[in-house]
C-alpha cells in the first residue's frame, strides 16, 4: 500500500521558465504538477530565477520556507553559448550543434548541484533526485552515481530525441546545418553516459527511438511517460464545429526546412484554389518569402493568411477557430503542439514518423506515410481531401481528440504516473505498467495510468 506522507523530492530542471515555450515550458509545467503530489524543492539555472519569483515561487532552502534554487552556471555556459551560436549557421539552425555543446557546461551546473545539495542528501533530507530536465539524451548526469553511492534513488526523464533524420530529405538537413547529426551518436562516448544510466533506478523515456538507444540492461527499470502535458487552465478554448463552409486548417511552428511548410502548401494547393479549404500560417523563419511567393504564384492570396509570430498564450484563440491542425514535420520530437490542438479539438495531421505520431491514434487523428518529399505531399494531400468532404468523421475525431488530449496527458495525470514511479524505486508500491503508445481513454486496460476523466465536448 502507497505511503500516505508526500515523498520529498529534489527536482533538477536547470531549464524551467513559466514565460517561455518548448523544453523551459515542459519543465516548469510539468514541475508545478509534481508539486501537487510531492514535497518538490526545485533546482533551475539562474537565467530562470526571475520568472520563477514573479510567478510566486520563494527562492531558499526548504527549512527557510524556500521551494526553489537558482544555480548560477553562466560562468561557463555563456561563452559556451557564444559559441554554440557563432557555429550553428544561422539563428534556428544547428540544433545538434547548439545541443551538443550544451552538454559541457551542465556538467559544472550538476557539479554546483552536489556542492549545494550532497550533504543534505546524505543526511536523508531527500527521498528521491529526479533529474527533469535536460530532456535530451545527449546530456549525462554526474549524480546518478552519487546518489546510487548514498542509497537515494535516481530518476532520469523523460527523455527525449534521437530520432534519425529520415534519408529521403538529406537536402533538408543540410539547408538546417545540421552537419553534427551525422555523428549524433557521439554522445554516448561522453563522460558519465554509461554511469548515468547503469545507476538510474529509473528512466522515464517520452518516445520510441529514445527507448531504442539505451543500453541493455535497463529494460526492467524504464516507463513511458510522453514528454508534453495540457494545463486545462491554459487551454479553455473549444473548436465550434464547422460542417458547411470550408475545411479551416492551420500550420503552427517555425517556417524553417524540416518544419515542411512548404510541403504543406503544395499539398493544400488545389483545395485552396477551389474553395474547400482556408490555411492559416502561424510562425516566422527564413522561408517566409518563399511561401509568400508561392501563394502569390498559384493566385491563393485570399485562402492562406500569413500571421508571422503569435504569443504563445494568445495561440488557443486561433486554434478555436480552426479545424485541423496540419503538421508535416519530418523530425519531431515531443509534438506540443499536436496536444494543444488536441485539447481544443482540432484534429491533427501529421507525418507517422517521431512523437507527434505517437500521440495521435486513428480515432483521433491522420498519421500520413512517410516516404519521399512527393509521397508525404500526395499523402498530405489526401488526408485533407478527406476530412474536408467527410465532415461527420471531422466532428467525431475533434470529439476524441479532446477526450484524449485531457484523458490521457493532462499534467495532474502525468504527475500521478510519475508519483507511482517514485513509490516503486522507494519500495513502497508495485512497478506501473506503462502501455507505449498510450491507449485512448475509453479503451479497457489493465495498466496503472490515473487518468482524470474524459472530457464531454
Known sequence: MASTNKIRVLLIAEAANPEWVSVPLVGWSHGQALAQVAQVHRVTQVRNRDAFLRAGMVEGLPGDGGNFTAIDSEPVAKPIYKMATLLRGGKGKGWTTVTALGALPYYYFEHQVWRQFGAALKRGEYDVVHRLTPLTPTSPSLLAKRCKKIGVPFVLGPLNGGVPWPRYFNDRRNKEREWLSYVRSAYKLLPYYKSTRKHASAILVASGHTREQLPTGCEDRTFYVPENGIDPARFSQVRQANTDGPLRAVYLGRLVAYKGAD?????????LREGKMTLEIVGDGPMRDELNATIAEHGVDDAVTMHGWVEHDQVQHLLAKTDVLASPSIREFGGGVVLEAMAIGVVPVVANYGGPAELVTPKTGIAVTMGEQPVLVAGFREALQDLADNREKLEAMSIAARRRAFGCFSWDAKAQV???????????????????????????????MHMTGAVNS
Open 418 to 448: 510519475v508519483r507511482g514511479i517514485y513509490e516503486w524505486v522507494l519500495g513502497r508500491g508495485k512497478k506501473p505498467m506503462l502501455p507505449m503508445p498510450v491507449p485512448d481513454p475509453e479503451e479497457t486496460v489493465n495498466v496503472e
Open 263 to 271: 510541403m504543406l502548401l503544395d499539398a493544400a494547393l488545389p483545395l
